[in-house]
């Protein structure tokens, strides 16, 4: 059973199909490249699958479970995470909060608790700033830990967004072009990373425009070109696709 | 009881009057993203502006251009001084800034002119003529005729002029105007004041018509709220209907069904409907 | 710096304990009671406005809803003043989860035109229901409170000095509570909603959840706040609703700083003690509010509280002025 699957999707935008029919799935533990040129529909498979954006036709399950009509939240608890195209954190809190704050939801702990500060919660806190320091360690982000995320650089607020994904330990991380405006010796690092954590567990699913990275990490690669699938396979295989060539190219 | 045709007639003028002060809320929300708080007091300063002009015995044309102009040129003011500084800020800042104003100029007034109310009658308009079948002021007439005038030319100014394309392009999509030079500042003011002028004139013709008073901007602009929400926000033709429709609907509920709580009436319409369709019956913005 | 802190606290404390012996004037110490008063309410509505940014105008209805439920349940149907004055509170709670249900789920325009449409329907009712409510005079004649506690029996608040550690009580307990809540894993969790919604849900927070609480526990205070004062002027009616409250509560917290505990606090304070100095027509007083209000808003948004936080160097400028993100 795969780990995420869509049922021919299909996302409308008065009148414009955004995702038409699009059949795709994610098995535990691969690394699959989504690819295509620019308006193809790939974050837009993203905030379907999360729950963003309602959908218009299609079925799409998690963990065989249909999720189609569940709300961004909901999704959320279940296991999957994701980062976005431009950046998302909380500038006006500390790295730390913004951390904790990607755990806390998933821990649980009754509201009157956590206002009373019950033994129960605050062990809760002890686990959540743990597990923030094991991977502020992981990206070497550990002296910053008490600044505010606005006064961090773009690539330091990248790798924060990165690492905010694993912090509830997700059973789907969906990438939305990590290596996009970042140098060449983060990207080997982030590549690095990636790469570790697949291999501890994380399944993966990357929307990115870098050839280099795609080839390399991902298992598996799919294209989308205006809405549709139009090639499945390894990355070699898709490498040499001549609808692809044509859709990047010709298009 | 008055009669069907009658109860017709006064919920159509009211729909007018409702109208004109909506669409200056929706068009000002279309383009600023503002709700303005201070639209009902700048139709209460139309009405009054109108009673001083026939004061001073100079004709009733004069009185509603004099309106226009005036409120306009507030309108200008008020964006240039006290919106546009606040508009890459909070969201919250600019609404806040437009209920200050309201408290500012709803106490003004009472201070300056007391809060009695005061009634000016235009004798021209005051005659009744027969429209098939029906007795109707003058006033009511025009009115109605005003506001037919008014929202032809809107359209026209909208879809078929440079400026108003530039606006309707705004209200869509206001990065992308940027990038193609479109002047969004010049655009945002004008969009305010031209809300303002219709105010405005709102007030200028329910002058003759209705007691002038300090609060009387209060409830019409909470009844256009709810217009504005039910014809969907920056959504001009949703919102003249809606308000058309809750005029006559109002001017049918009072005189069948309760005189007391009558204004509640539009806001429970309002609320049933956002319960059902939050983006309102006509939905969400589709530009002007 | 660390030594004055226990100090500035004794001395507070010990000015506050004995506040009734120091002042003279039974003037001044009802204002202080006043201030008391808008202290709790304007700590609550910065609840929603300042943690959460949202902008309800609401809070003067539940002020009411708890002013009339607790006179009604008192006068009408000899319901203990304790219980009275803790089922205003809930039942201002019950009707801001009524109300909130569908209006917390609009964008935050419609929201504010709800909320501001809600209060205004309140007044309708509250001037037309005159079984219930006697209409447009108000019900006069509210009993004052006597707190019949199980050990110490019954106590009566029948003078200024027993007010005065009544609201006292209350305002520390809002305060405790406010700042507990603020500062915990559910503080946090407003601030996210606040600063950015999508990515909150992204991280499994349920805003909507959030929004309600903010919502009700603000309206219960409100509520209380409503059913202090009635049984303090012995009386209520349909001026509890007045949009004059929303401009108090909009100054005090904006001018004294939203999102700061310390700056509303001033702001409540001064507000309170303002007005009284200034001996104006209400209508001229509104007006230079207005201004006051205007002013702030475009110099100084942060407030006060905001400036004495910048002043200090304090790391917690996140808690400032409302600066959401779509």
Partial sequence: MPLLETVDLTKNFFGLKALDRVNFHVDRGEIVGLIGPNGSGKTTLFNCATGVLPVSGGRIRFKGEDITHQKTHEIALKGVSRTFQIIRIFPKLTVTENMLLAIQQHQGGRILSSILRTPY??????????????????????PLRDNLAAHLSYGQQKLLEFIMAFMAKPDLVLLDEPAAAVNPVMIRNMMDRIIQLNQEGYTFCIIEHNMDFVMELCHRVVVLNYGEKIAEGKPQEIRNNRDVIEAYFGG | METFAQLLVNGLSFGAIYAMVAVGLTIVFGILEVVNFAQGEFYMLGAYITYFVLLAQLPYPISIISAIAVMALVGLVVERCAIRPLLGKAWQLPILS?????????????????????????????????????????????????????FTSLHYFVQKTKTGKAMRAVSQNKAACQVLGIDVQRISTIAFALGAGLSGLGGAIVAPIMAIHPVMGILVVIKCFAVVIIGGFGNIHGTIYASFVLAIVESFAVAYVSLQYKDVFAFVVMIVILLLRPHGIFGRKVGI | MTILRPLVFIGAAVVLAGMPYFVTSAYVLHLIILSGIYIVLALSYDILVGYLGMLSLAHPAFYGVGAYTSTLLVMRLDVPFILAFALAGLLALIVALVVGYPALRLSYHSFAIVTLAFTLIMRVVWINWESLTKGPMGIPGVPRPSLGLPFFGNIPIDTATGYYYFILILVILTCLFIYLMIDSRVGRVFLSIRENEVLAETLGVNAFKYRMIAFAIGAFFAGIAGSFTAHYVTFVGPEFTDFYYITMLLVMVILGGSGTIHGVILGAVAFTFVPEYLRITPEFRDVIYGLILLLTIVFMPEGMGGKINHLLERRRLKWNAPAGNR
Avoid: C, H, M
Avoid at chain 1, 123 to 142: G, I, K, N, P
Avoid at chain 2, 122 to 148: D, H, M, P
């Fill in chain 1, 121 to 142: 919660v605050r062990r809760l806190e002890r686990q959540a700033r743990q597990r923030a320091s094991e991977l502020l360690d992981f990206v070497a982000l550990t």
């Fill in chain 2, 98 to 150: 437009t209920l200050a104003i309201s408290i500012i100029i709803q106490n003004g007034a009472i201070v300056l002119w007391t809060p009695n109310p005061r009634t000016i009658t235009v004798e021209a308009a005051s005659k009744n003529i027969n429209v098939l079948g029906v007795v109707i002021t003058y006033q009511r007439l025009l009115v109605i005729l005003l506001a037919l005038a008014v």
